[in-house]
């Protein structure tokens, strides 16, 4: 099975450098970074309005564990959102994904 990881960021940027750092370090095997949307919720007692971009992970699930907390460590966010869902996939891509992110292993 694969986790599907939906993030919240600040900027494309942001959004890129997490994604960079997630699949160079072998925590995902891929992950697309979505265009400009708008955030509406309430923080501190206050609503807010802010664009956001929407950053994709794609890791097989027994590497969750170590993406969230690479995301976690890297996001610039007080609470990073990290929504996640399992996902079936073929079993070539299954293979690609866990094979991709097993040859960073130590």
Not at 16 to 28: D, K, N, P, T, V
Request: aromatic share 10%; proline share 6%; glycine share 4%.
């Amino acid at each position: 099975m694969l986790r599907i990881y939906y993030i919240p960021c600040p900027s494309r940027n942001c959004a890129l450098e997490i994604a960079h750092g997630a699949i160079a370090a072998g925590h995902a095997a891929c992950g697309q970074v979505l265009g400009e949307a708008t955030s509406v919720y309430r923080w501190d007692g206050q609503l807010c309005e802010e664009p956001e971009f929407v950053l994709i992970l794609k890791t097989p699930a027994l590497r969750a564990a170590e993406l969230e907390s690479f995301v976690k460590s890297h996001h610039p966010y007080a609470l990073p959102a990290l929504i996640s869902w399992e996902a079936s996939a073929n079993a070539e891509y299954l293979h690609w994904a866990k094979t991709t992110t097993a040859q960073l292993e130590s």
